[in-house]
């Protein structure tokens, strides 16, 4: 069956027989209450849902499978002579739960490299839109286009046991991850390099072959791409595209057409486009400024002007963080290792110095610190990536594989349909005013 699909299968009939007897025993258990206000304002901090790959906690920041980013980035096998961590082993970490070895990491980088391949309808496909396309519309249809490659839809339509859905979604999950990195470079090449493309590197890992069909050889550039497609992976499951990929996938929907809705989210501003406005935001306050490396007054000035406007400073708050997000210090710690001295990065160090006081200083802002989305662009720009629209790509590319180990998952433990109960406005004020019960489904 495969050496990775074989350790799952036995790691999720454990994981089915522990979960049946605490639901046996403990199903009637109460986890803690719902408020109005969180009914009415995004369901925040209401657990409702079972991530098994990462867990996210508000002073310490993303744990995958119990390993922070600081620890995965020392124990995770690594490329020949590279310093950041593989992709590859986290996937394992997430899909399996324990920590890869150099063998295991170099397995699941052959697998891909044998999947990888991009049938010629998704190319033609994403063709067919204009080039003024934003690259994530391009690259959500071209992940539509591929579902025609879905095994788990024709083992559907032919008839398959439901204890059996997991496999034809394990290897539509591994198929799909494996050529994600095609179709992303084919819609940078197409959108901003004349329509030139350059062929994959079949001896190359999965990030650093995405950097060479981009066009990025520098070994840099590969080893930035490395820690963006580990420290974007997965941030628990109730993000807008983690919980959109599950609860697509809950109706049986195959892994492509989840993963598409999942990135249709994604590419919200109030999720991973935040990313694209960050850098949009610095070059707007340089060019205001009209230098390349404003001072920290400078910075606090535009800040306050940008919030006397009624608007966010991007990059910065987190619904669930409190702290300085370590995804944000990963990436701050490579650009002190490799562009020290480089004035768009030293600008977003500034940043970090200038915000926080302000934002504390309004006595409303519950987390004043900086999230993922504060410094990617930046060390993007520097490596010669200006086209930020495209970064929300390189965000998909990344977070599929937290949500399709995800998906994994859900079809091996058999999670149902998800169907919470909605209410009207008027049935809150009835209830409030103790005419009807509405809580009960």
């Not at 009415?40 to 920041?61: C, F, K």
């Not at 980088?109 to 309808?121: A, D, F, I």
Request: aromatic fraction near 10%; proline fraction near 6%; charged fraction near 25%.
């Amino acid at each position: 069956m495969g050496v990775v699909k074989d350790k799952f299968k036995l790691k999720a009939e454990a994981a089915g027989a522990e979960i049946k007897d605490l639901l046996k025993e403990h199903g009637n258990k109460k986890i803690g209450e719902v408020t109005l206000s969180q009914v009415y304002q995004g369901m925040r901090g209401i657990t409702g849902l079972v991530t098994e790959t990462s867990l996210l906690d508000p002073q310490e920041g993303i744990r995958f499978r119990g390993f922070s980013i600081p620890e995965l980035q020392q124990k995770l096998p690594k490329a020949p002579g590279g310093d950041e961590p593989l992709p590859e082993g986290l996937f394992h970490l997430m899909l399996v739960g324990e920590l890869p070895t150099e063998d295991d990491a170099q397995h699941i980088t052959s697998v891909w490299q044998r999947r990888s391949h991009v049938p010629n309808h998704v190319f033609a496909t994403i063709d067919a839109l204009p080039i003024t396309a934003h690259p994530m519309t391009m690259f959500v249809i071209g992940v539509m286009a591929l579902q025609t490659e879905s095994n788990f839809a024709k083992a559907y339509a032919k008839g398959i046991n439901k204890k059996d859905y997991w496999e034809p979604v394990f290897d539509d999950a591994m198929d799909l991850i494996a050529r994600l990195p095609r179709i992303a470079a084919y819609v940078y090449r197409r959108k901003y390099k004349n329509n030139e493309h350059i062929q994959p590197n079949g001896l190359l890992d999965w990030a650093g072959n995405l950097a060479h069909m981009m066009g990025y050889e520098d070994e840099s550039f590969k080893e930035l791409m490395r820690l963006y497609m580990t420290i974007h992976a997965d941030h628990e499951g109730g993000n807008v595209s983690a919980h959109t990929t599950h609860l697509v996938g809950s109706a049986l929907s195959d892994p492509y057409l989840s993963f598409a809705a999942g990135m249709n989210g994604l590419a919200g501003p109030l999720h991973g486009l935040a990313n694209q406005e960050v850098i949009k935001w610095i070059f707007e306050m340089r060019e205001e400024l009209g230098t390349e490396e404003p001072s920290q007054e400078q910075i606090a000035a535009y800040v306050k002007k940008t919030l006397e406007g009624g608007k966010v400073v991007p990059g910065y708050g987190h619904a669930v963080l409190r702290k300085t997000d370590p995804r944000f210090t990963a990436q701050m710690e490579f650009g002190k290792k490799h562009m020290p001295d480089d004035p768009l990065v030293k600008t977003v160090w500034n940043i970090y110095e200038a915000v926080p006081p302000i934002l504390q200083s309004l006595g409303k802002i519950k987390n004043p610190w900086p999230n993922v989305d504060a410094h990617s662009g930046a060390l993007l720009v520097y490596f010669g990536m200006k086209e930020y629209e495209f970064y929300t790509v390189l965000f998909a590319v990344s977070r599929s594989l937290g949500v399709l180990a995800s998906l994994c998952w859900d079809r091996a433990l058999a999670f149902p349909l998800e169907r919470p109960k909605s209410v009207t406005t008027e049935s809150v004020k009835g209830w409030l005013e103790g005419k009807d019960e509405i809580w009960g489904e």
